[in-house]
T-cell receptor
Framework: NAGVTQTPKFRVLKTGQSMTLLCAQD?????MYWYRQDPGMGLRLIHYSVGEGTTAKGEVPDGYNVSRLKKQNFLLGLESAAPSQTSVYFC???????????????FGSGTRLTVV | DAKTTQPPSMDCAEGRAANLPCNHSTISGNEYVYWYRQIHSQGPQYIIHGLKNNETNEMASLIITEDRKSSTLILPHATLRDTAVYYC?????????????FGAGTILRVKS
């Protein structure tokens, strides 16, 4: 049981290049999330998805696009990378529950992206 | 969701209890308090959560004041591996689209 897997783990991009970060979960979770974390700061939500085919904006969505074509995968795209997007990106997933059991949030190990 | 306030950093001796405070004075009646931690370079990890009553699991205990305006996470016997950033989050579970919002957290340094 792998949990949440992020690929790649590291990447260096040149300004203006594009790339896609992949998040895959094998826990049959309904919800998936993309966060970014800058040095010395907490995680900030970029986009999230409450089910296959649905996505929504989080706190810092500008410059990113997402897709959830399959329940188990959540893709984060950077169309034209900028140095301000240098960060560590974390994907997470959680169950669709109706009570307090949000400990179902499971995070991946992160993707370290540098834009030069 | 209510704003939470935590001290930026704390030190604790190995083997002693680590008590991490969190203020959430504007918390509403149906908001839970969640604690996560992030060990260096890793994704955050769930620790514990509670509403009114004190809670305990294999990792920690959560003490919530009677007026629910503050809480304390207790690691009973801190080890060097507990060195991490600890996040306190107030959140109301919803049917759709719950989103954990992380603040700066508390850096806990466990020292030998």
């Amino acid at each position: 049981n792998a949990g949440v897997t992020q690929t790649p783990k590291f990447r260096v991009l040149k300004t203006g290049q594009s790339m896609t970060l992949l998040c895959a979960q094998d826990m049959n979770h309904e919800y998936m999330y993309w966060y970014r974390q800058d040095p010395g700061m907490g995680l900030r939500l970029i986009h999230y998805s409450v089910g296959e085919g649905t996505t929504a904006k989080g706190e810092v969505p500008d410059g990113y696009n997402v897709s959830r074509l399959k329940k188990q995968n959540f893709l984060l795209g950077l169309e034209s990378a900028a140095p301000s997007q240098t960060s560590v990106y974390f994907c997470a997933s959680s169950q669709r529950v109706y009570d307090s059991r949000l400990y179902g949030y499971t995070f991946g190990s992160g993707t370290r992206l540098t834009v030069v | 969701d209510a704003k939470t306030t935590q001290p930026p950093s704390m030190d604790c001796a190995e083997g002693r209890a680590a008590n991490l405070p969190c203020n959430h004075s504007t918390i509403s009646g149906n908001e839970y308090v969640y604690w996560y931690r992030q060990i260096h370079s890793q994704g955050p990890q769930y620790i514990i959560h509670g509403l009114k009553n004190n809670e305990t699991n294999e990792m920690a205990s959560l003490i919530i004041t009677e007026d629910r305006k503050s809480s304390t996470l207790i690691l009973p016997h801190a080890t060097l591996r507990d060195t991490a950033v600890y996040y306190c989050i107030a959140l109301t579970p919803m049917e759709y689209g719950n989103k954990l919002v992380f603040g700066a957290g508390t850096i806990l340094r466990v020292k030998s």
